[in-house]
């Protein structure tokens, strides 16, 4: 099948969507009964953590950690928001600096200015598109960021965006109260879908999308750990308490240069598999052996390949046993602990 697909359904109880593009899956989301990233808290502070510059809140979902606390006193209420999931035993990743996100518009409390997504190129629609910001909001020193799906929106979808995240980020910020409370939800699957992904997508939302597309294999095939490459090389993509460990392997190709093709193909695959794993933080390449020479052509494809991801990575470098080093935030709760 050509072209893109976008699956709305729910898997063991739980909210899913999954992107096909040309017939692959090619990213997947599943909830869980976490607090979602997105998710605003009236939090009150707890007590700060020497040495790291940070401070414990306290919200009705458990302990939340946020980091650089000037001028926050244990016992003063603040807004903060979810940025990703905790690990196992540790608070809430959170943040002061509050994201009114939706399918096109961003409003920023903090951050005033109106700006365009500099992926819109054309002059003439990022004039137009300033234009209708500048209509839109008010000049109450909150900013805003259009979104690249702008660039081929209707004009009123665009104003009606931009009011409804400029009356929800008032309403957020102008709350008086003090006591600890979750103030909204972070988007779900099915909304983070019509939020984040193509919009000239097709979409199958009846039930049975998944079974209809084969999504469920996919899942299934996505719950082990080892992942098929081109030519008969393969990776094992296993995450431990500490860290997340790719293997990769040449297969039974015994080429010279059998190395440098498993390498590069491994590096083109990996953002996909983390994402349909729901795999983040500290992650460590054991890469089948090739020449050094040959390293800075698998960095320009591992480059190029989490340049398209739409989660934070970055890529560390190399360590003196020659393995590769990526951290990637944690945006996702681990699939195997999903489904």
């Not at 309403?171 to 909304?191: F, N, R, S, W, Y």
């Not at 090389?233 to 392997?249: K, S």
Request: proline share 5%; hydrophobic share 40%; with cysteine.
């Amino acid at each position: 099948m050509k072209g893109r697909l976008i699956a709305l359904d729910h898997v063991n109880g739980l909210e899913a969507a999954a992107l096909i593009e040309d017939g692959r899956v090619n990213d997947l989301l599943v909830d869980c009964d976490h607090p979602r990233p997105g998710s605003i808290y009236r939090a009150i502070a707890d007590r700060p953590v020497k040495g790291q510059g940070g401070m414990f809140l306290r919200t009705p979902d458990g302990p939340a950690f946020l980091r650089k606390i000037k001028g926050l006193s244990p016992g003063q209420t603040i807004l903060v928001q979810v940025t990703g999931f905790a690990e196992p035993g540790k608070a809430i990743p959170v943040t002061s600096k509050l994201l009114f996100k939706s399918r096109y518009a961003i409003v920023t409390p903090d951050a005033p200015g109106l700006n365009i997504s500099r992926s819109i190129r054309d002059e003439d629609i990022r004039d137009h598109l300033l234009e209708i910001a500048h209509e839109s909001m008010d000049q109450d020193g909150m900013g805003l960021i259009l979104r690249s799906s702008c660039a081929t929106a209707q004009d009123d979808e665009i104003a009606e965006d931009i009011q409804a995240m400029a009356d929800l980020a008032h309403a957020i910020v102008e709350d008086e109260d003090k006591d600890a409370a979750k103030l909204t939800e972070g988007d779900g699957p099915h909304i983070l879908a019509w939020r984040e992904w193509p919009v000239d997508a097709a979409l199958d939302s009846g039930e049975g999308s998944f079974e209809r597309h084969d999504i469920i294999d996919i899942i299934e095939q996505s719950r082990a750990d080892h992942v098929a490459l081109s030519g008969g090389a393969g990776m094992f993509v296993e995450p431990t308490r500490a860290l997340v460990a790719v293997d990769i392997n040449t297969g039974g190709d015994t080429s010279p240069a059998a190395g440098l093709k498993a390498n590069l193909a491994a590096a083109r695959d990996l953002p996909r598999q983390l994402r349909l794993r729901g795999l983040g933080g500290q992650i460590t390449l054991d890469l089948a052996p090739m020449a050094k020479k040959d390293r800075r052509q698998f960095e320009t494809a591992l480059r190029a390949a989490f340049r398209a991801d739409t989660i934070e990575t970055a890529l560390v470098g190399w360590t003196p046993l020659g393995h590769y080093e990526l951290q990637r935030k944690r945006d996702r709760m681990p699939l195997k602990a999903l489904v």
